[in-house]
């Protein structure tokens, strides 16, 4: 089992700044994907980013030039640094660690823009 530990989440003012940490701990022996997903009040879950074991990096639409994802594999930890903050990413992030084919979701950390 994996153990997702997500932090960061707040209220910030429009174009303000945020980074998200996520930890995995418990029993990992190759987590092959890190993913930072969101999902706001009456929308499906949705994908912010994401980077592979190789360092591999891909981000929706909507994060493309604000957001950066990053990752340190000796803590086993993804990062999502939050640039230009607009009250439509108003949302809850989720934190999707992929370790050995096997999915695993943090609880979600709450982050709020205000306009």
């Known amino acids: 089992q994996v153990q997702l530990e997500e932090s960061g989440g707040g209220l910030v003012q429009a174009g303000g700044s945020l980074r998200l940490t996520c930890a995995a701990s418990g029993s990992i022996f190759n987590i092959n994907a890190m993913r930072w997903y969101r999902q706001s009040p009456g929308k499906q879950r949705e994908l912010v980013a994401a980077i592979t074991s190789d360092g591999s990096i891909s981000y929706a639409d909507h994060a493309k030039g604000r957001f950066t994802i990053s990752r340190d594999n000796a803590k086993n930890t993804v990062y999502l640094r939050m640039n230009s903050l607009k009250p439509e990413d108003t949302a809850v992030y989720y934190c999707?660690?992929?370790?050995?084919?096997?999915?695993?979701w943090g609880q979600g950390t709450q982050v709020t823009v205000s306009s």
């Open positions: 999707y660690v992929l370790e050995r084919l096997r999915g695993y």
